[in-house]
């Protein structure tokens, strides 16, 4: 069984790879920032579980009607988002040296929800045969960092793409002090939310694996 | 500054490798289970936290008065060890295919901790300056395995050769639906414990970043 990734996200990418998938990675080319300014004028704010939700749908739609090579997707098209939810706030890429430092200031020592959203679509002999999706959240405790700490880290660009400037599975793991939930789904990808949908659309999780 | 890592698990290594940092590994040759052994008569039985400490321990005191490359040692070394357990008892590396299935008999679907012990010697200018240790330990919770999935991973042989059963890196993430703790503990060295250790030595953490 073929899985489709509709993200460009390395993280996703590795997550999978690492649970002993590779999956042919297609770039959604969704514009986000549209899709939710669209979405919120029209129904209100977005909480962080509807906004990965909404983002994980479209990406995952984006891409099962396209072709691969000439030719049409046959398995299963995963889409991802995620979100981090602090302070009430939801936090993007701080992208700026002085976004991200602000951010660690307010965060550091203190603690915040990471949303994923899953959208999972079956898509074989040419057609939509199901489609199942779930965000999950973890809760995650961040060491206190001094000041030296935060301008070291910020000085490798690591945490300016990311969400909440900061990462569990490179540089910024010794920064994490807990997480409670599904250590992926800090990530941005559940395995157990992925396994969890799989299943629901009656495909066993070991017919994923396609990596020696 | 340099850490010598005392151990020769791949996990381990991975582990440091992605937080940036690569160590020097070298195998400590510790007789783990007559050291267990020899313990636990004159003092009677180890719990789980003293066990990992007693091992850790061991590790790097093997491995500080050693030379690299006929050179004495010259910075951090860092001694781990690991045990799992459920049920009241320890569990160790199932190596047996019918031990790995009757340990996911057991655990499947409930949880168990893993314990991880740390032992953090600083060996500069030819001489011990010091030495800090700590176990960590961390809430595992399974996903409910139906026995397709669960003969098709130790098929695998991946958690043959692993304490409990299960890996959380690779091939059985999807397994573990939750964690509460540091997920790096569950992969046998918890890196907010080591950058603790290393701070408590008077070392910043950056310092030991060596990796491009």
Chains 1, 2 share one sequence.
Do not use: C
Not at 144 to 162: F, H, K, M, S
């Amino acid at each position: 069984m073929r899985l489709y990734l509709a993200s460009t996200s390395p993280a996703r990418l590795q997550t999978l790879r690492a649970a002993g998938i590779e999956p042919i990675a297609i770039s959604p080319g969704v514009d986000e920032e549209a899709l939710v300014a669209a979405t919120e004028a029209a129904s209100g704010p977005l909480e962080a579980s509807e906004m990965v939700q909404l983002l994980a749908r479209a990406k995952a739609e984006a891409v099962v009607g396209r072709q691969v090579d000439g030719e049409p997707i046959d398995g299963l098209v995963l889409g991802g988002d995620s979100a981090f939810l602090t302070g009430g706030r939801i936090h993007g890429k701080p992208h700026r040296p002085d976004v991200a430092k602000a951010r660690w200031l307010a965060q550091n020592g203190g603690h915040g929800d990471l949303w994923s959203g899953h959208w999972l679509i079956d898509h074989r002999d040419g057609r939509v045969r199901g489609a199942v999706g779930r965000a999950d959240v973890a809760t995650v405790r961040f060491a206190a960092l001094d000041e030296r700490e935060i301008d070291a880290y910020i000085a490798t660009g690591e945490p300016l793409l990311v969400a909440g400037a900061f990462t569990i599975d490179s540089l910024g793991g010794p920064f994490i002090r807990r997480v409670e939930g599904d250590p992926s789904t800090v990530v941005g990808l559940s395995l157990s939310t992925l396994r969890d949908l799989v299943r629901e659309l009656g495909v066993d999780w070991p017919s994923l694996w396609n990596r020696g």
